[in-house]
């Protein structure tokens, strides 16, 4: 009988999931809301890489609840939120691509897209309405990979194959909603235009003082050169 159960347990469906380590986990306050910070750390199997470089996409999901124990109910579970990002190559450009929500970045290489993925900044998991100031949570985070969005025959392969599971074990801590928050940050004023002044239009008895004042040398010029002695008198030496 023991040498059964130890076949048993030699099965590889028998594996446990594991492969991500969880290296940090905590809930930061952020414009009104809380978001999850985390950080996880793993190597993408032989077969998943491979997998991958044929055109498979890989979904790698991060989940995380918060719940509070009740003595006379069940435990009250206001938050179960997850997130899914997606792992592609693309053969054409040699990149390999993060998608998570409307954002997709490309890279040159499998390690930086990796290590996007482990790490989680910026999260929105619940709003400041959603839980009680002063009362203490239990959060839990993991992240997984996500078999179900695997084609059909790699889901098949995946139950019996250990590297296939690729799973975290939760990482749970303990979080105080603080009963008080900071105000918000005073909105920036718009910069102020000064205004350029324009310079006044000049009056009709200035303009016309400086119209004659220009106009003198001209008329000058005028009576010296036309002057009617000039073209009346005879030349000397002329009866």
Known sequence: MLGIL?????????????????????I???????DLAASFD???PPPLEDALNKGISLYFVVDFQL????WYWFDEKPVNASRSVRL???????????????????????????????????WRVFERSMVKPGETYQAEARMRLDLTQL????QINAVNTREWNLASEWRRFNFTVPSEFPPPPAPTPPPQLVPVP????????????????????FAQTVSTVLSPTTLVQPAAGQP
């Open 6 to 26: 130890m076949a048993l347990i030699a099965l590889p469906g028998t594996a446990r999931a594991d492969g991500i380590e969880v290296n940090e986990a905590r």
């Open 28 to 34: 930061e306050y952020q414009d009104g809301g809380f």
């Open 42 to 44: 793993f190597d993408l």
């Open 67 to 70: 719940s509070r124990p009740r």
């Open 88 to 122: 592609s190559y693309h053969p054409l450009t040699r990149q390999y691509r993060v998608s998570t929500g409307g954002l997709q970045l490309p890279f040159m290489r499998l390690k930086g897209a990796l290590q996007f993925i482990q790490r989680v900044r910026g």
């Open 151 to 154: 084609p059909k025959p790699f």
């Open 198 to 217: 324009t310079p006044a239009p000049a009056s009709a008895a200035s303009a016309a003082v400086a119209g004659e004042t220009r106009a003198v040398p």
